[in-house]
């Protein structure tokens, strides 16, 4: 696609078999330098393809131009570009991207023309505005704010409206610029396609160096101003002494023919490296000793210290723009993908390849060099020199040299020691086949100690093992760690938090009770003033005679400690399950002072390039610190080591970007002021921070004010969820800190809008309190008017209580005082006293005494007690018999039909007070010879009948009684109607009257199945 890529496809053939052979030679120096840590961004993964050109905007993006259109990346996600609205790209292929004057992003395209963004708006500069023809490959500003761009059509410059192809009036010879810099020194440098020219600030006629240059040529600049030329013609090479001052190079050597390590692109970042982009076989090559290569020649394969292709770190061979960030990362950019490479905190030595053995162990001597056993294999590292000391060294899980200057390895099976050349074994104490060894150590007198799992604690004294038990307390325990210090004590770790300090006056224990809180005791470090703890679940101190356990709660990047070290400046470094972390020596002081107090700490791991975690189960610590005070970490994987002294840290707090928003299910472009619609509950905020350098290392911060309380701690999550939001106005802020901790705490904001519907409006809410407020006094008046109705029902009960007793009177009282009365006056028409007045009497007596006892069932039901006898068909024939016993003439009969009921209590006294005051007239009034009572217990009513055949009434003659204060018949109606009932009277011919009352079954007769005091 490109045109210096359609060049390199148009070679001789003997120039293709140079290349094919020096790529060879390339891919056979190359290694996997532990320098840079590499990361892909596949095309399988949304990363855009085909990209040609890159540069970091002033809001820390990445901007990628492609072949597909413009994209941004935040170290998290590709985000295409879309121009606002009514505007669009003067074409999707872009070639040229370059960050300039205040910002403004500048774009090139394949098919020639530039387009420049500011403000998120842009601009096209099209043939017509002055700008040449054909692919741009470039931009450029130089001091005075004036923009250049090479293009295949010539070399442009951009006078701020319009733009000009420079030409004889700048003496610039030729219709094309490949390549274009601006130099340290103001000077701008341009590849002609033929020569390398440049343009010294303030002047207006480009001048000619003593270089020739190929077409697609490009040039660079090195950190100490040597500037750098790759082409076709001789390859990659320096030209030392060549300036704008003096143009001629100085070269010690000459280049070579060649075209070995033509590069696309050449970068030189800011730790020394020549990174290129091979135009040939593709691949990134780097060079690390440039100083030393500065001499004029041709680079060679062996000049490389590093080559990366597909097989070991690209997604694609052919790799074009290169970019080295704000935070000093190197971006490459392929037509599959994009690749970084983040400069490594740890370096692993090279002679020892990670994770290619079961067992490492490490030691320092007294000279301050590292030795290091790896599969058999026994490395020295002394500063950057490494070598190996022999080969036939056993498996070793742990070294230690003694005072004496014996390396002292701790095998499989046995435990060797190293005397000069001169490698000396000894048994264990214990057979190998039913133990392992936990831990070793040397005490003051250089005598080893050695804790056997299962079997306890050993001493080597004499050439002899001696089982030691340090305190009874822990007589059946193994220890699980051991170490001395510089006051003739040694101290043994348990598991369970328990520590044994053993010195030649005794041994102490230390328990939970006495601070103790890191589980497991996994490593000791005694060799100071104060000893430190690290266990599986965290870091203690002993200080004088006290011990104090930080607080690290559930941090489970304190879990797993087996390495404690001390830097130089005091900051304690640990090795544990998580990786490498690094606490300030005063933070450390007031987080073991301060119980309550949390430590701030910095971990390190695999992003770091430490190539695993701690070593764990280790018989030996696994940190040590060297003669140059680099620290060596043992991970399961290998050793590495860092320079504290020199620790790179990202000083550049991430630009925070809100991207966008999603409410309800519809989308939102970031704005300072966002109206969302009535109904708005739930919200879906996206925001970003720029931070590439580690960006799953960036932690983010929010809050809604309106929402929350307080800043929400989002970890690396770039999103913020809220649901159930009212209406109202919001201000949404997010801050970020980069990998280093380092804080924005500017950030960004947005602010909200929700507006209300009808029902969420100010006004309803005083409507609904108004309404509120009514619905009260209604209430108030309806509760009086309630009482008031109450004490007129109160008063008309009273009344409906007096009329019934007036009934019960009348039935019950007067009639009975008035048949006691007829028999009176029956004996008192008798002169003469017989059997028969004495029966008369006897009677009178009982009639009396009945009434007495009616009289008291009357006021016990007034009074609300129940009757102790309820059975309608029994009561109603005890009233008939009564009056027929008065009445001989007249004869009384009883009948039922139908399934006898249960009847309730309540209609029992009313129909019997109706069915005797029936009775009573036809014995009393109708002349009747006969009277007869019916009952029919019917399924949906109770039916009674009372019939004679008397002389019969109508209604006339009841009205008539009921003037002259006759009240029975007008009491058996009220009854009827407070049944629910309907009581009829019929006229019978030729003689006679028929009562029929009929009561409905709810008002009438027992629930089926239910059964209750008084019922019949």
């Not at 998120?120 to 043939?127: N, P, Q, R």
């Not at 490949?178 to 303030?202: A, C, F, K, N, Q």
């Not at 019950?812 to 028999?823: K, P, Y």
């Not at 009684?961 to 029975?968: D, Y």
Request: net charge negative; hydrophobic share 40%.
């Amino acid at each position: 696609m490109l045109g210096w890529l359609a060049f390199a496809g148009r070679r001789t053939l003997s120039l293709l078999a140079a290349t094919v052979l020096a790529c060879a030679s390339m891919a056979s120096q190359a290694s996997d330098s532990p320098g840079f840590r590499h990361r892909l961004w596949t095309t399988e993964t949304g990363t855009p393809a085909d990209i040609w050109s890159m540069t970091q905007g002033k809001d820390g993006y990445l901007w990628l131009g492609t072949g597909g259109g413009l994209y941004r990346f935040d170290g998290f996600r590709f985000e295409r570009f879309q121009p606002p609205a009514g505007e669009r790209f003067a074409s999707n292929n872009i070639t040229a991207l370059a960050t300039l004057d205040g910002g403004s992003l500048w774009m090139g395209f394949y098919y020639g023309g530039a387009s420049v963004m500011r403000n998120g708006h842009l601009h096209h500069y099209a043939e017509r505005d002055g700008f040449p023809r054909g692919m741009v490959l470039a931009f450029a500003q130089t001091p005075d704010g004036t923009v250049w761009a090479a293009t295949e059509g010539g070399l442009a410059r951009f006078d701020g409206t319009r733009w000009q192809t420079a030409g004889a009036d700048w003496a610039y010879p030729t219709e094309r610029a490949d390549w274009l810099i601006v130099g340290r020194d103001g000077t701008l440098w341009v590849t002609t396609g033929e020569s390398l020219m440049y343009l010294r600030p303030g002047e207006r006629h480009f001048q000619r160096t003593d270089q020739p240059v190929a077409k697609y040529g490009i040039v660079a600049q090195a950190p100490d101003g040597t500037l750098w030329l790759s082409d076709h013609l001789h390859g990659t090479r320096a030209l030392p002494g060549l300036t704008a001052e003096h143009p001629e190079s100085s070269a010690r050597e000459r280049p070579a023919e060649t075209e070995f390590a033509w590069a696309n692109r050449l970068l030189f970042d800011r730790y020394g490296n020549l990174w290129g982009t091979c135009v040939d076989k593709g691949g990134i090559y780097r060079v690390a000793s440039v100083k030393q290569l500065a001499t004029g020649r041709s680079l060679r394969p062996g000049d490389f210290a590093e080559v990366i292709g597909r097989t070991n770190g690209l997604v694609s061979e052919r790799a074009v723009p290169m970019l080295e960030d704000a935070e000093g990362t190197v971006w490459v950019g392929t037509n599959m993908g994009l690749a970084s490479f983040h400069h490594n905190s740890f370096q692993t030595p090279a002679l020892v390849l990670p994770g290619t053995a079961a067992n490492y162990a490490m030691a320092r001597d007294a000279t301050g060099a590292v030795w290091i056993a790896n599969g058999g294999t026994l490395f020295r590292f002394d500063g950057d020199e490494g070598k190996v000391v022999r080969r036939d060294l056993h498996d070793a899980d742990g070294m230690l040299f003694n005072r004496a200057g014996d390396l002292w390895v701790v095998g499989r099976s046995h435990l060797y020691w190293l005397h000069g050349n001169v490698l000396n074994a000894t048994d264990w104490p214990v057979s190998p086949d039913i133990t392992r060894v936990n831990a070793f150590a040397f005490d003051s007198r250089d005598q080893p100690w050695m804790a056997l799992a299962e079997h306890g604690l050993y001493h080597l004294q004499e050439g002899r093992w001696q089982q030691v038990i340090p305190i009874a307390a822990v007589a059946h325990e193994t220890p699980t760690s051991l170490a001395s210090d510089s006051h003739h004590a040694l101290w043994i770790g348990y598991a369970g938090n328990r520590l044994v300090r053993l010195d030649d006056s005794g041994a102490q224990l230390f328990t939970e009770a006495n601070g103790l809180h890191v589980g497991t005791v996994t490593t000791i470090d005694a060799r100071g003033n104060d000893v430190l703890i690290g266990g599986e679940q965290g870091l203690a101190r002993w200080s004088d005679h006290h011990i104090a356990t930080m607080n690290v709660a559930d941090d489970d990047a304190f879990s797993g400690i087996t390495g404690i070290e001390r830097a130089a400046n005091g900051d304690l470094w640990l090795n544990t399950g998580k990786g490498v972390v690094r606490i300030d020596a005063a933070e450390a002081s007031e987080s073991f002072g301060e119980q309550s107090h949390r430590p701030v700490y910095r971990l390190f791991d695999y992003r770091d390039g430490l190539p695993g975690i701690a070593k764990q189960a280790a018989v030996l610590p696994t940190t040590l610190a060297d003669g140059d005070q680099r620290l060596w970490f043992l991970t399961n994987q290998g050793p590495a080591w860092i320079e504290p002294g020199i620790l790179s840290e990202n000083p550049l707090p991430p630009p925070v970007a809100i991207v966008d928003m999603v409410a309800n299910g519809k989308h939102y472009p970031a704005g300072s002021q966002i109206d969302l619609p009535k109904g708005t509950t739930n919200l879906q905020i996206r925001y970003s921070a720029a931070s590439l350098a580690i960006p799953d290392r960036v932690h983010f911060r929010y809050r809604l004010d309106g929402a929350d309380t307080g800043w929400q701690d989002a970890g690396n999550r770039r999103e913020a969820f809220y649901s159930n939001l009212g209406p109202g106005t919001y201000r949404f802020r997010v801050i970020a800190a980069n990998d280093d901790g380092i804080w924005n705490t500017q950030g960004a904001e947005t602010r909200l809008t929700i507006a209300p519907w009808f029902y969420q409006s100010a006004w309803f809410y005083a409507f609904c309190l108004l309404s509120f407020v009514a619905l009260i006094v209604a209430f108030f008046i309806w509760r009086t008017r309630l009482a008031a109705d109450r004490v007129h029902l109160q008063l008309t009960e009273r009344m409906n209580e007096r009329e019934r007793i007036a009934r019960e009177i009348h039935d019950t009282l007067l009639q009975g005082v008035q048949g006691l009365l007829l028999r009176l006056q029956a004996l008192m028409a008798t002169p003469a006293r017989n059997e028969t007045h004495d029966d008369v009497l006897k009677a009178s007596i009982d009639q009396a005494r009945e009434m007495v006892i009616e009289g008291r069932g009357k006021i016990i039901a007034l009074r609300g007690e129940p009757p102790r006898y309820n059975e309608l068909v029994q009561s109603i024939l005890a009233v008939g018999e009564d009056l027929a016993s008065f009445h001989p003439q007249v004869t009384f009969r009883m009948t039922t039909d139908g399934q006898p009921r249960h009847i309730l209590a309540s209609a029992r006294d009313e129909i019997l007070d109706i069915v005797r005051e029936a009775i009573r007239n036809a014995f009393l009034h109708a002349q009747a010879s006969h009277v007869d009572v019916h009952v029919d217990y019917e399924q949906r009513a109770l039916r009674v009948r009372i019939t004679d055949d008397g002389i019969g009434i109508d209604e006339d003659a009841l009205k008539a009684a009921a003037e002259s204060g006759h009240w029975g018949v007008v009491g058996m109606r009220e009854r009827a109607v407070r049944l629910g009932a309907k009581l009829s009277l019929r006229r019978l011919r030729p003689y006679g009257t028929e009562w029929q009352l009929s009561v409905p079954c709810r008002a009438a007769y027992h629930p089926r199945g239910r059964h209750s005091f008084g019922m019949s």
